[in-house]
């Protein structure tokens, strides 16, 4: 019989195999087996590319981004996505996404450590859709997985455009369509069950709606916390802000001093109760869910449950490196960490 420390060996050989092209099914190193897929397939729009304004998707070659990167903390932090943009007859502004959701992927969270992800357009995590409150937006979801798969947002929509019980089958479409409200800083994500393995595997993303009056100009950044429990024990075994242990420290955040900075957090992380956000040398104004112009608090600590999100707004009067992290030793320790770099 192996040990445990065998058996997460065994795991870690097995999948990098997998990346190296040997044909392993991928089923077997998840939560457990598939969900039955008992109901019809879902069909939206039919669409004939599967073109984005985030990377671009290669339909030739799995969906695989032709840059074939899982996870960039760097392009994730500061890029939104802004859909593609028209006028209705009306004058309402319309934005539309091409979302792929696909479950065979692997990515290396942690050197010689490797995990089978589950991504929205190729990446964890998914691309961050902006639009401004009152704007139309058109989501055509494809499903490229092995597994029934929805979107969710959270926010104001009609029943049938919530991603829980329209189930959308391997192979098929389906789209949303609502309007964007109200102003906030929202998530999406998978809500198929069992919801855990969606969401843990890294079917998630930030939805943010802008205000009709838009917030003071600053240096914006999204900042998603989650972790990933490689071991399936149902614990984490990282913690990460965008998707990499330790990215931050190893490559600080630049920002400038006397230049405000927005942060857009959120909190997706599985299998542990809260999670938080501490920021070293300074305050930020608080705006819980972002739907206030007024802050709420003005602190250098928030804590969140899963889902919860903020808005933090600061300003820093001194140049030099500061730390930002969890204030949950163990996420720190485990790579909840980073450090902006003050510059002049």
Sequence with gaps: MLSLNNSKLLLIVVVAAAVAGTAIAFSSLGFGANAQVTDKQVTGHSLTSYTTT?????????????????????????????????????????????????????????????????????????????????????????????????????????????????????????????????????????????????????LYGVYIVDPKEPRPPADEMVMMMNGYDTDFDGENNFYTVNGIPFYYMHHPIQIEKDRLVRVYLVNILEFDQINNFHLHGNLFHLYRTGTSLTPDEYTDMVTMSQGERAILEFTYKYPGQYMFHAHKTEFAEKGWQGVFLVKE
Aim: charged share 20%; with cysteine; glycine share 10%.
């Design 54 to 202: 985030g990377d671009v998707i290669d339909p030739e070659h799995d969906n695989m981004p032709l840059k074939n990167a899982v996870v960039d903390p760097d392009k994730y932090l500061r890029q939104f996505n802004y859909g593609h943009v028209s006028k209705l007859p009306d004058g309402t502004t319309l934005r539309e996404f091409t979302m792929v959701a696909d479950d065979k992927r692997v990515m290396e969270v942690s050197p010689g450590v490797f995990f089978n992800v589950w991504t929205f357009n190729g990446t964890v995590p998914g691309p961050t859709i902006r639009a401004t409150e009152g704007d139309l937006v058109r989501i055509h979801f494809i499903n490229n997985g092995t597994r029934p798969h929805t979107m969710h947002f959270h926010g104001i929509h009609a029943a049938e455009m919530d991603g829980v019980f329209e189930k959308v089958a391997p192979g098929g479409q389906y789209t949303y369509e609502f309007t964007a409200e109200p102003f906030g800083v929202h998530l999406y994500h998978c809500h198929i069950q069992p919801l855990e393995e969606h969401i843990s595997h890294g």
